[in-house]
């Protein structure tokens, strides 16, 4: 190792560290805070403000080069990331390039990474829904992964309570499968997505159809005008950053809020290396950081950590975290750290067209489109596949890509794509996948990235129960969208690889049993109890929701069970 | 190139006529080496964009967007040496069929020979569904470029589609009528 600069042990000591600054490293980071403990934020990125550094936010069309399209040169140096629709050439700066963050595929894995001071709460589509009783059930009815600790009771006031700070915006539908949340004013439909709700909940009575909910200030309330944050403008230009603050990130809402408390440190371009264990106590004593810059190696110290390094990079700092205690990694006596690894199952979109309605249109960018929540085995099993999907939709009138009737040349044509053309529907599934055993990550023997840290070896794939999945999206989305008046139905199979999805989860499970899972039911490890994983590492299964709310919900609810403990002297 | 081709494509240049742009296509390969525009390709790549996408009504045309001088720059950052040679390829086939047509090359046709030639390969294209001529699969996709170079441009955003960079909210339903145009953004 490089140059060992142990400071004095008394200043780089705080109460609380955090890893990571991204979704759940930042509601970590403000819960802390506000429970007036001083907190060290570690984040390998560089610092991004809020605003200042939303360098393209503003930027028309037409200021880019290339009108928001990538350079041939970035996207031959970024063959992955390249594939992730949200990469362009407005963006590019808040995603980590391939070639300086390196990984091993034992099988194709799309591992997408923003490394930077908010982490991917800056360039996330900001979807945002609870789990249901269902879905916390899920393993136990059907015999996969291993029961879950908590249930949904467990977690609904914690949803709530970070619903509330984040502000989400939504319709309350009253659905067991989805429940309703504390909600800002929903986004509307438009004319041809509610004839297709009409038509599919008349004719399918197990299947609901509704606005999506976002993390969107569709009317912000006392608490978010606080934060600094205003009402959404609709330009949908959000992942370049929110210069109004109107969508939920780490920069715009929990990282400064906690900065105001006075209890917050950051410290940007520290790429967490490991967890420091002491044998005596039986504790994490702390961090050790390689500075991204300089390469140089310091340690932080702290009562408690918390592991929100985003679900893969969690496993790869506790696998990384050996002792002679943890030869294996940092609380796995069981071997299972890094396994039981799964994603969604984004494989099916359907497009389609529909006639009429020509005499409406609509206004404003929605940053929302139309959901169905899972409708497959939710009371019992019914199909000869595990689980479910949840299907979402949006319609759109045709724009100036289109072809038009007649000629493409001329005034006529040019008149003609002014404009709108007829009307198109989008749909796509969003699948639960079953983590299992051999879904795993693990380090690399021989090679490591440029911060002297082994490389992740990813090793999952899709199954049948995936590919089945998805054909019976095919059949009932097919169906539902004929229900509905479409024509010219087309199905289409994405053919993407895993963690293109970038839900990414698992390999740090929650259980009850230390010897079927690494964390307790307040995500603490069952083997070294002041380190807790909230981020996506620690999910047991994967569900069909977005899963980025429930991150959320988990870590403030850790966090009042570590200060809780804290305060007994259990910690 | 299959019999089958040349008789479909000479048909749209009408009876009488023995110009085929795939041919012409295909003895220009050798002439395009280079796989930057010259200054004369641009100035023809602007009067291909201006017939596609003509000033009209007031409102501006290709030229007045410098559609042409964006693709120049956009396919220098973006596009393999390949498609900027077929690209090129594309436009020098459009000219030589002109000459061969007319006996004029592109920029000194008059507006109705212009239109009249850029139609037949329009149609072609239509017609040439199973991509299996690359002259026509190549106007194409010029044709795009175009399209997106004019409506993503300051003239073409703001006067011939509606503007809005800050909508300020969402409307699910407004009513529309023929004539309103669409949002830039659709
Ligand atoms: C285009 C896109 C669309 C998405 N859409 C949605 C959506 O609609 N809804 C939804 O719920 N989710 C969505 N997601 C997923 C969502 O972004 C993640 O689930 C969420 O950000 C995870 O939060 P996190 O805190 O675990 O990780 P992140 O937000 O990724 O934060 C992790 C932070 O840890 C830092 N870090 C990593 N390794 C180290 C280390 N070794 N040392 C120090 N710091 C480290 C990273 O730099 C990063 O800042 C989307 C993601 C993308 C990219």
Redesign the pocket.
């Known amino acids: 190792m490089v140059n060992l600069n142990i400071k004095g042990k008394k200043d780089n000591t705080y109460d609380a560290i955090v ?9 970590a980071a403000k819960e802390f805070c506000d429970k007036g403990l001083r907190t060290l934020v ?4 560089k610092n991004v403000v809020h605003v200042q550094d939303y360098t393209t936010a503003m930027k028309s069309p037409w200021e880019f080069p290339n009108r928001g399209k990538l350079p041939l040169k970035i996207k031959e140096d970024n063959p992955i990331l390249s594939r ?4 362009g050439e407005d963006t590019k700066d808040l ?2 390039d391939d070639k300086n963050h390196p990984y091993l595929q034992d099988k194709p894995f799309d591992w ?10 800056l ?6 829904q609870r789990w249901s009783t269902y879905d916390f059930e899920g393993p136990l009815r059907d015999g996969y992964a291993v029961d879950w600790p908590i249930r949904y009771e467990d977690l609904a006031p914690w949803y709530s309570y970070v619903e509330r700070f984040a502000g989400i915006s939504g319709n309350k539908d009253g659905l067991d499968t989805l429940p309703d949340g504390e909600f800002l004013q929903p986004w509307e439909m438009n004319v041809v997505e509610k004839s297709i709700q009409q038509r599919i909940m008349s004719h399918y009575k197990d299947r609901n159809v509704i606005i999506g909910r ?1 993390a969107h200030l569709t009317k912000p309330d006392a608490i978010h005008l606080q934060q600094g944050r205003s009402q959404c403008m609709a330009r949908r230009l959000c ?1 370049r950053g929110c210069p109004f603050g109107a969508y939920f990130s ?1 920069n715009a809402s929990t990282l400064p809020w906690a900065a105001r408390t006075g209890n917050l440190t950051i410290r940007p371009d ?4 490991s967890i420091i264990y002491d044998e005596e106590t039986g504790r994490a004593t702390g961090v050790r ?1 390689i500075d991204r810059l300089t390469k140089e190696a310091t340690e932080y110290f702290a009562h408690v950590i918390f592991v ?4 893969l ?2 496993n ?2 506790l696998l990384n975290s050996t002792s002679s205690r943890f030869p294996n990694g940092l609380g796995n006596d069981n071997g299972l750290l890094g396994k039981y690894v799964a994603f969604h199952n984004y494989l099916g979109t359907i497009s389609a067209k529909i006639d009429g309605f020509q005499d409406s249109y609509y206004y404003g960018r929605r940053p929302t489109s139309i959901v169905m929540p899972n409708f497959r085995n939710v009371h019992k099993q019914e199909t000869d596949f595990l689980r479910g999907y949840m299907v979402f939709y949006s319609a759109k009138r045709g724009g100036w890509t289109r072809t038009v009737e007649g000629e493409q040349l001329g005034s006529d044509y040019k008149e003609a794509l002014s404009e709108p053309g007829d009307w198109s529907v989008f749909m796509m599934m969003q699948g639960e996948t079953i983590p299992k055993e051999q879904s795993k990550v693990h380090l690399s023997k021989d090679q490591t990235d440029q911060w002297g ?1 082994p490389l992740l070896r990813i090793d999952v794939d899709y199954d049948d129960n995936d590919t089945k999945m998805r054909d019976d999206f095919f059949s009932e989305g097919t169906a539902m969208l004929e229900k509905a008046g479409c024509r010219d139905i087309k199905t289409r199979d994405r053919k993407q690889n895993p963690g293109l999805d ?2 990414e989860m698992g390999g740090v499970r929650m259980g009850k049993d230390p010897k079927t899972s690494l964390l307790n039911g307040f995500n603490q490890m069952h083997e070294c109890p002041n380190v807790f994983v909230t ?3 620690c999910m047991t299964s994967t569900s069909t ?7 959320m919900a988990l870590t403030a609810r850790a966090v009042d069970h570590a200060v809780k403990e804290m305060k007994k002297g259990n910690l | 190139m299959k019999r089958r081709d040349v008789l479909r494509t000479l048909v749209f240049f009408g009876v009488g006529s023995l110009i085929n742009p795939a041919h012409i296509w295909m003895s220009c390969s050798p002439k395009v080496d280079r796989d930057i525009m010259d200054e004369g390709q641009i100035v023809l790549l602007g009067e291909i964009a201006e017939t596609i996408l003509p000033r009209h009504k007031g409102l501006p045309g290709a030229k007045d967007a410098r559609v042409a001088q964006f693709i120049d720059q956009h396919i220098t950052d973006c596009y393999t040496g390949q498609e900027r040679l077929d690209l090129i390829q594309c436009i020098i086939t459009i000219d030589e069929t002109a000459k061969a047509r007319f006996k004029k090359s592109f920029v000194r046709l008059g507006a109705k020979q212009r239109f009249e030639l850029l139609q037949a390969f329009d149609r072609a294209a239509k017609a040439n569904k199973d991509k299996e001529n690359i002259a026509y699969t190549n106007y194409s996709k010029l044709r795009s470029l175009i399209v997106f170079g004019f409506f993503t441009s300051e003239p073409g955003m703001k006067k011939c589609l509606r503007y809005a960079a800050i909508p300020g909210k969402y409307s699910g339903q407004i009513a529309y009528k023929k004539g309103d145009k669409i949002w830039e953004f659709n």
């Open positions: 890893i990571g600054s991204g979704i759940s490293g930042g509601w570690l984040e390998r990125g992730c629709y949200a990469y995603f980590s997408i990474r923003s490394y930077q001071v908010g982490g991917k709460s360039t996330w589509a900001r979807q945002t976002c992942r780490s520290a790429v967490v290396h950081i929100n390094a985003s679900a990079n969690s790869q700092i840290i970038i839900h981020d996506g590492a929701q977005n899963p980025s709310l429930t991150f």
